[in-house]
């Protein structure tokens, strides 16, 4: 996929939105009858449902069926052999053929036993399926990017906070034991005044053509306007929905920027306790995006052009989504392969430990801290606030690349200072597509 002229880059249609199926119910007390309002008594299970179930969803739910406490109860996806495949999976785990499959994800929040759910269909439906869901009185496990616009993580983010719902954004790299480590040396002064934050990300790039149309099949086998959701109408093609979305303006965040930093800007957020807050200035180039928080620490976007082979400047052994925290007294960096490096022996020796090592893939930990936080109704450790800010910094990072300037920002009115052209990205229309 090349990269376009910045001229193209300005040529977007947008667009949001839902559609069809039924079942029978099984007869399942749900978990939250059972505990006190609002919670789920500790001896009771969490019934799960899951919407949408690519390769991704696979690995977090495999993840998630470990968990004793945990029942998958129900699939919603709109692709015939996706939801066979689900079905296999849950069934062949339980030992059963209880698993209820629905091809409209409605069907699945109507029911009233179900406590929690997994998104994770493509980018385009995970703000309104998790709205959906909060509304339906589910909790929510949401994989990342959680929004296509700063417009879209705010409508989440206060949905979550009126409706109450426990949240928990897919950035599993919160609990993975090296990152946690890595943040640790920058909060605990270890590193001396941090003043430079290394976030890693694809090339970016988008393509607002359409991949040549296709017949389109009968919905029972892969439901297009179910496919679509909250995007523009587009021809189908069986491309779109085997993976190929990605990259495409409509279904996709902001030049792929947010594939990784959904995740690497999130953890140097975390390590500059800006939490609540955002960069204040974003200024692009052909090899990284430059922000700075108003306390004057800078943020580093590195444009990787191949994210999986060689990258000058880190340590390959570290794997993917590398970040880097640096101090007046040294630097730290982790990656997926869940080792850390530091600038000296002087602050490996303040490590009271080394982490023990986890890949940044596993989901385990993560999942279980939204599991526990149902019971709780504690915060989660990638919640709404925490997805809401460190989202918008990356989609005003990626407005900045797309249109190829210096953008001002204000991170308390969520809009950028004086710019009609970058405000007019925090948005799309949205499509009528409900049946």
């Known amino acids: ?3 376009p002229t910045i001229s193209t880059r300005r040529n977007f249609i947008q667009a949001s939105a839902v559609a069809t199926a039924v079942v029978s119910l099984p ?3 749900p978990a939250s009858v059972l505990g006190r309002e609002g919670a789920i008594a500790p001896n009771e299970k969490i019934n799960l449902g899951v919407i949408g179930i690519g390769p991704r969803c696979r690995y977090v739910l495999a ?3 470990s968990q004793p406490d945990v029942q998958c109860v129900a699939i919603a996806d709109v692709q015939e052999s996706r939801r066979e495949i689900g079905k296999k999976l849950v069934d062949d785990y339980y030992g059963n053929k209880d698993l209820v499959l629905y091809r409209d994800f409605r069907e699945l929040l109507d029911r009233k036993d179900i406590d929690a759910v997994l998104i994770a269909t493509g980018d385009r439906w995970h703000t309104t399926a998790s709205v959906m869901a909060a509304h339906a009185g589910k909790d929510i496990y949401c994989e990342k990017p959680c929004g296509l616009t700063i417009g879209y993580c705010q409508q989440l983010a206060e949905t979550i906070k009126n409706t109450g719902r426990v949240f928990q954004a897919g950035t599993q790299r919160r609990s993975v ?3 946690q480590k890595a943040v640790e040396l920058a909060h605990s002064g270890q590193l001396g005044k941090i ?5 890693s990300a694809y090339m970016p790039s988008i393509t607002t053509e359409w991949l040549p149309g296709e017949p389109t099949p009968d919905p029972s086998v892969v439901d297009w306007n179910m496919w679509l959701g909250p995007a523009p109408w587009r021809p189908y093609n069986s491309q779109y929905v085997a993976g190929r979305w990605r990259g495409h303006y409509d279904f996709d965040s902001g030049g792929r920027l947010l594939d990784w930093c959904a995740h690497t800007v999130d953890l140097c957020q975390w390590a500059n306790k800006s939490d609540e807050t955002t960069p204040v200035e974003f200024i692009p180039n052909e090899k990284n995006i430059t922000a700075y928080y108003a306390n004057g620490v800078k943020l580093v976007i590195h444009f990787l052009e191949t994210p999986f082979g060689k990258r000058p400047g880190w340590h390959q052994h570290l794997g993917t989504c590398p970040v880097r925290f640096e101090g007046d007294e040294g630097w730290v960096e982790v990656g997926d392969s869940g080792g850390i490096e530091v600038s000296s022996d002087a602050i490996k020796s303040k490590l009271s430990q080394l982490p023990k090592k986890q890949s940044g893939l596993d989901v385990k930990a993560h999942s279980r801290d939204f599991f526990d936080c149902i019971r709780t109704r504690k915060a989660t450790a990638a919640n709404a606030e925490v997805m809401r800010h460190s989202h ?4 005003a990072a990626a407005a900045a690349w797309l249109l190829n300037r210096k953008l001002k920002f ?8 004086n710019d009609n052209e970058a405000n007019g990205l925090r948005n799309r229309p949205a499509r009528k597509w409900r049946i």
């Open 63 to 65: 993840g998630m069926l």
């Open 410 to 417: 204000d991170p308390v009115k969520e809009e950028f200072i």
């Open 27 to 29: 007869w399942v007390i």
């Open 177 to 179: 034991p090296n990152f």
């Open 195 to 199: 003043h430079t934050l290394h976030a």
């Open 392 to 395: 918008i910094a990356s989609h």
């Open 1 to 3: 996929m090349s990269n």
